[in-house]
């Protein structure tokens, strides 16, 4: 099967950066002036920026679609993204609300669940010493006006 | 003008401002954290800059920038030690040190394997500093007479060789970097003053936050590619001082290769891009080649080990003199040290050191007191480097996050800007995931704003035509080259896929 050898890694790649390249000249040029070479509008500069990005992505498409020997490339990691995603998202929607002990704490037992070695006891405590270290540097040592617990 | 009074003037007026006991405090601190978190296998200086950029906010602008160098030289050294202990890169100028560093190490010779490397880090260092004091000054005085033609010219050179030298497909590393140059134009535009690419988002409105940027890019993004990888522990080796000195017939075989390294590393960190990598490999087979004893290179020959080095430090400090004088980044380290003098209301570029002798030369000649440190660090107290690196990942990496969402969170108080992170840390996995590098979007990123003010201008002053990039001498240079490089790529590219 020639598809099997081809890298399709690289062809969605190029595909991506182009559409993205399309997007932005395509959007830039909708919305805002173009100008003239010797008076820029303010589309100027990012239409020209979109038109070179998807040229290059059809280029690098192109190249890959007529590639025959895959290089090696990373697996996705959906349980590394997940955990870091939510911990994040955990100290984001919880660092006003409830305040900075609860929320980093939050924040390290979901990014401890990235590795799967880690075990609830020992995030448990990370977790605490972490929270408690970030506590000593940033707010007694540093004096951030972070407050403690907002509950 | 007499260049030796010059120097010995510049000398001592950047001497006299980082002996003051506060920059001293930063310089050590900044080496200090360097070396901490170049250690540990996978961080180096560009998560630790980044950490540290919105902590020094609240620091005047020379200790700011005294520190984040410290960062930068010490992670460098850190590097090295974890790749000679590890057999593991701890960032990518450092791969070199595994080919003939593990190797000793693993035959019990670590120690020694680690005072090379310090030695010929710290010759290198010096070496390159002593090259930025000699050039700079001519190369500013050069550049403030450039128009915004040349301008414009040079940093089309500089983004092209950084997006093209980098590892990988040269088309990839360009696409990153208009990536990262249409990053550059969010926010509000200068000349018309029309939000672009805001989508009515008040907190979009200044620009993307570079801090933001850089830690999703750098620490969010590197937690999500090496969670979940096995750790390697440490060779064992006697630290003790006695045990480190390498024999007299080694010496014999370093200091030519050091100064061999040095000077390789000190012509190519001046070319735009080609600093790091590139330039260490290149050292490591003139030493190959050169060597009576060719079959030793790979099992542990103490000039394998040496040369790079050097070249890599005085590459440090030669790629340097375009960041500093031209405010042209090399590298994405660079990149963010002038991001933070931007952060501070400094407009980098050659009017630094007429507008600012005492902070420009001050930074430089903390460069120098930065390498006695880390011969202190590094050499007598290796042994307490060495026991961190026993500290699992998956017990270091809860931290990173942590410390990066405080660090965002502090410098406005704003949640949108921890969303930013976590945006530009999925961004940069999704980047990863393709084989796509972000240097060189860090680069379109920082670079982006002026390169397009000074096209504009170079226009405007032009009426419009376009070949006023060719007609004056200096600018007409970059733009060959830029055509040339683009050729080079374009024919790879063409020749790879058939």
């Known amino acids: 099967m020639a598809d099997e050898t081809r890298d399709l890694r690289d062809v969605l790649t190029g595909v991506l950066l182009a559409g993205l390249g399309l997007a932005v000249a395509g959007y830039a040029l909708a919305t805002y002036r173009l100008g003239t070479p010797a008076a820029m509008g303010p589309g100027f500069f990012p239409t020209m920026l979109g038109g070179v990005l998807a040229a290059l992505g059809a280029a690098i498409g192109l190249a890959a679609w007529r590639r025959t020997r895959p290089e090696a490339a990373p697996q996705p990691k959906p349980r590394a993204m997940l955990a870091v995603t939510a911990g994040i998202l955990a100290f984001a929607l919880t660092v ?9 704490f939050l924040l390290v037992l979901c990014v ?5 070695t880690n075990h609830l006891p020992r995030l448990l405590l990370l977790g605490a010493a972490l929270t408690l270290l970030s506590w000593a540097i940033f707010v007694f040592g540093l004096g951030m006006p972070l407050s403690a617990f907002n509950l | 003008m007499d260049l030796l009074t010059a120097f010995t003037d510049h000398l001592s007026l950047g001497l006299s401002e980082a002996l003051a006991p506060m920059n001293l405090w930063y310089c050590f601190l900044g080496v200090f954290l360097g070396t901490l978190v170049g250690v540990l296998p996978g961080l180096g200086a560009l998560i630790t800059i980044s950490l540290l950029l919105p902590f020094t906010y609240q620091l005047p602008v020379e200790g700011a920038l005294i520190m984040l160098a410290g960062v930068y030289f010490g992670a460098d050294f850190g590097g090295g030690t974890c790749s000679i202990l590890l057999g593991v890169p701890g960032h990518p100028a450092a791969a070199v040190d595994v080919l003939d560093g593990y190797p000793m190490a693993k035959k019990g010779r670590g120690g020694v394997a680690l005072f090379i490397k310090s030695v010929a880090s710290a010759w290198g260092s010096i070496f390159g500093i002593l090259l930025l004091m000699l050039f700079a ?18 940093m089309a050179l500089g983004l092209v060789a950084a997006a093209t030298v980098g ?3 040269m088309l990839k590393g360009l696409a990153t970097m208009v990536i990262g140059l249409i990053i550059a134009t969010v926010g509000t535009d200068v000349n018309t003053g029309f939000q672009r690419f805001t989508f009515g988002l008040t907190g979009l409105s200044d620009g993307i936050s570079l801090i933001a940027l850089a830690m999703g890019l750098f620490a969010v993004t590197e937690v999500i590619t090496s969670a979940g990888q096995k750790s390697v522990s440490p060779v064992k080796a006697s630290y003790r001082l006695r045990d480190q000195l390498p024999s007299r017939g080694e010496w014999r075989r370093v200091w030519p290769a050091m100064l061999r390294g040095s000077g390789l590393g000190a012509l190519f960190g001046a070319l735009p891009g ?16 050169l060597s009576r004893h060719p079959e030793e290179f790979g099992h542990g020959a103490v000039e394998g080990l040496a040369a790079p080095e050097a070249c890599n430090n005085a590459g440090i400090g030669t790629a340097m003199i375009p960041s500093l004088t031209l405010g042209i980044p090399g590298d994405a380290v660079m990149a963010l040290l002038l991001a933070a003098m931007m952060l501070h209301g400094i407009q980098p570029g050659p009017l630094v050191m007429v507008m600012e002798p005492q902070l420009f030369w001050g930074l430089i000649a903390s460069f120098w007191i930065g390498t006695v440190f880390l011969l202190i660090l590094n050499i007598p107290l290796i042994g307490v480097w060495v026991r961190l690196l026993q500290i699992p990942y998956p017990l270091l990496f809860p931290g990173i996050v ?3 969402c405080i660090g965002v969170y502090s410098t406005a108080h704003s949640t949108f800007d921890l969303y930013l992170v976590l945006l530009f840390g999925l961004f940069g996995y999704l980047l990863h995931l393709l084989r796509l590098d972000v240097v060189p979007l860090v680069l379109g990123v920082i670079l982006g704003q002026p390169f397009e003010e000074n096209l504009r201008r ?32 374009i024919r790879r590219a063409l020749r790879a896929s058939t």
């Not at chain 1, 006003?96 to 980093?104: Q, T």
């Not at chain 2, 000054?137 to 040079?154: D, G, I, K, N």
């Not at chain 2, 226009?459 to 006023?468: A, C, N, R, W």
Request: hydrophobic share 55%; no cysteine.
């Open chain 2, 137 to 154: 000054p001519l190369l500013a005085r050069f550049a403030r007479q450039f128009s915004p033609v040349e301008y414009t010219a040079l």
């Open chain 1, 112 to 116: 401890g669940m990235a590795d799967a």
């Open chain 2, 274 to 289: 080609t600093s790091g990598g590139m330039a260490t490999f290149m050292s490591y087979a003139v030493e190959k080649k």
């Open chain 1, 96 to 104: 006003r609300a409830l305040g900075f002990v609860p929320s980093a």
């Open chain 2, 402 to 404: 942590l410390f990066t």
């Open chain 2, 167 to 169: 590892r990988g497909s």
């Open chain 2, 458 to 489: 170079s226009l405007l002053l032009s009426d419009g035509d376009f070949s006023v990039f060719v007609t004056r001498p200096i600018s007409l240079a970059a733009v060959a080259l830029v055509a040339v490089i683009l050729a080079f790529s």
